[in-house]
């Protein structure tokens, strides 16, 4: 997101110091106490790339019970983010400027119960395809801090990246559900963000999907340079009421 510097950004950031998380120390000694912000939080949700937070706002509403951590690393898009939850007096948003890439060293194993994706940058052609936020190297990031049928939200208005994205998922033992190319074919669906009110308006179709985190029993192995044939690993869910075992083919 480009965005014009703003003078006056830290007195507005400080105004709502009280959302904001200082991760300047790596690893945050907040790794596995997020929930000490809120202990009587039923889960903790993520959003990566925020921006102007109308979707981190309004989820976060909707869900009191709920901890939300939204993470952004350009803190002029996220001090209007963190204004919004700050107007509407939210208890349960924490904000912090940071990038996605070093999610492992802000949480503990486990500790996440779902990441939202929301609209990330497509970065065209192959060159920065691994810059992507749903770039399987992403995706065995977020791996480590979602717990065994823990999930990730993505939303996209851009074709490519999405088809693109459906392929990286299950190379990184995520199953997917809620496929679809069309989300608001039938009418307004879920809390829109900004990016997302735009491009509806323009007449875009939003494309949307649910990717689960699969138990996997033993690390990825390493391509193997004399095999051109797929891989074939066995994953399960691990949770109770999820589907049984199945194959899933890695094209390695
Ligand atoms: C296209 S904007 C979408 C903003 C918002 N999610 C929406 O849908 O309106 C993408 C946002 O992701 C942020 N972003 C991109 N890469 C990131 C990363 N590695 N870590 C954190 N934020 C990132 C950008 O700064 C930008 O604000």
Redesign the pocket.
């Known amino acids: ?1 480009r965005m014009r510097k703003k003078p006056n950004l830290l007195p507005r950031m400080e105004r709502c110091g009280h959302l904001l998380i200082d991760t300047s120390e790596k690893p945050s000694p907040r790794r596995g106490h997020w929930r000490e912000l809120m202990p009587e939080a039923t889960a903790l949700h993520l959003e ?5 937070g ?2 981190t706002a309004e989820t976060a509403a909707q869900n009191p019970d709920v901890l939300f951590i939204a ?4 803190p002029d ?1 996220m001090v209007i983010a963190m204004e919004r939850a700050n107007e509407l007096g939210l208890k349960n948003v924490y904000f912090m400027d ?4 070093r999610l492992p060293l802000l949480f503990a194993p486990d500790e996440v119960d779902r990441i939202y994706i ?4 497509p970065w065209p052609g192959n060159r920065h395809s691994k810059r992507r ?1 749903t770039a399987v190297g992403f995706l065995e990031l977020y791996r480590q801090v979602l717990r065994d049928g823990g999930q990730i939200h993505f939303k996209t208005d851009n074709h490519d990246l999405y088809e693109w994205s459906l392929f990286q998922f299950p190379k990184a033992a995520f199953e997917l559900s809620e496929v679809t190319r069309n989300l608001h074919e039938k009418g307004i669906c879920g809390v829109m ?4 009110e735009k491009f509806h308006n323009l007449g875009t179709p939003i494309n949307r999907c649910v990717g689960t985190k699969l138990f996997r029993a033993a690390p990825p192995p390493a391509p193997c340079p004399l095999s051109h044939s797929p891989a074939v690993r066995r994953y399960s869910v691990a949770a109770p009421s999820a589907s049984p075992a199945f194959d899933v083919r890695l094209g390695l």
């Open positions: 997101m990566l790339g925020c921006g102007k109308r979707f993470v952004e690393r350009v898009a940071d990038d996605a890439a929301n609209f990330c940058d936020l963000t900004d990016y997302e």
